[in-house]
């Protein structure tokens, strides 16, 4: 009866090992698991923050440049073409300098 006991209680505290094990185990791929979503959730703010960035800018451009094709439309229109020329010139020359 004695080593009925022994044994029943090895085999329970076995059994408690292995269940805890297990549970650490899964504890640790749902940490894995978390840890990967987290840095995926990261990646997507940065590229939405990007992309929200690139749309202002997309904007700010539309803007500058329908200002600039009603600004030449106007001194076209008016037969000012060296004025238009100019300015023509002097957008160049920004865009060159920034390129530099």
Avoid at 18 to 27: P, Q, R, T
Avoid at 40 to 53: A, F, G
């Amino acid at each position: 009866m004695l080593i009925f006991t022994i044994v029943l209680t090895i085999s329970q505290m076995i059994i408690a090992y292995l269940i805890f094990n297990w549970e650490v185990k899964a504890n640790t791929r749902q940490e894995h698991a978390n840890n990967l979503l987290k840095l995926r959730l990261n990646s997507l703010k940065q590229e939405t923050s990007l992309i929200q960035e690139s749309i202002t800018a997309t904007r700010v451009l539309r803007h500058d440049l329908r200002h600039h094709y009603r600004l030449l439309y106007a001194l076209l229109k008016d037969g000012d073409t060296v004025a238009a020329l100019e300015h023509i010139k002097n957008q160049e020359e920004i865009i060159q300098s920034m390129h530099k």
